[in-house]
């Protein structure tokens, strides 16, 4: 594996179409899109000037598994067709490998579709203010950390660049994207988090909280799209180190978080530095989680 880290990537070949926080993605004619995901790291929605050495591989496997894992339950975009198919030149690709996939160009849904599982995050702050997580009554008495009695569906809107992502009522992702699809969409978040909750049970990993992203292929289908389960969208946490009542350890940016409320800092671009060993723990949390999902660290089955 290639330690340097890959802040932006550069494909000459291929036209850009969109840096996002974490992903660029260049357009392969109007039906397909090479998605290339860097090392860098974003934290309250603010890009973050040092790349995590590795990342965007660990998202790229991570991702990879939880797509052909969920296939029963929902498509997704995954063509399947290899790098060297679009990019011929080994030079080009070389940096590229391993944190790229050639998928379907689909229309995306203006939805974050949040599953939570657990107690925790805004959902905590929430509960505690209100008895409530995003509007949905809960039962008193509930402690920080504490699995929910089942998980919930608490879609957001999807923010633009610089801006936060807002919780919405399923009412309101109904206006937007029409009932019958936000509920094909509410319906297939509920079904891959159980899923993906009971396997990573097995593993030693809770899936606290997860968020997916879909788009509609030319018929209308939903289809599973962007990344899915990662440490990135998802809070990752160790079994053996669950107690409720705290906020437990875990395998996702939870820990750069952490630090950043340590500092003096708005929130708010630039983003700060993290120091070394920030950066070297972050990096150390994400191969973990991938070793334990995919048992040998490679994402394969």
Known sequence: MNSEALFESRVRSL??????????????????????????????DVVLPDPIPGKGRVLTAISNFWFAKTRHIVANHLTGEPLARWLPDAAERAPLEERSVVVQRLRPLPVEAVVRGYLIGSGWKDYQMSGKV?????????RQAARLPAPLFTPATKAAAGQHDENVSFAAIADAIGATVAARVRDLSLAIYDFAAEYARGRGILIADTKFEFGLDPRGEVILMDEALTPDSSRFWPADGYREGTSPPSFDKQYVRDYLETLDWDKRPPGPHLPAEVIAGTAQRYREAERRLTANGRGRQ
């Open 15 to 44: 036209p850009l179409l969109h840096r996002g926080k974490v992903r660029d993605n260049y357009a392969i004619g109007d039906d397909r899109m090479l998605i290339v995901a860097s090392d860098r790291l974003s934290a309250f």
């Open 134 to 142: 995003c509007g949905i009554a809960l039962p008193a008495g509930l």
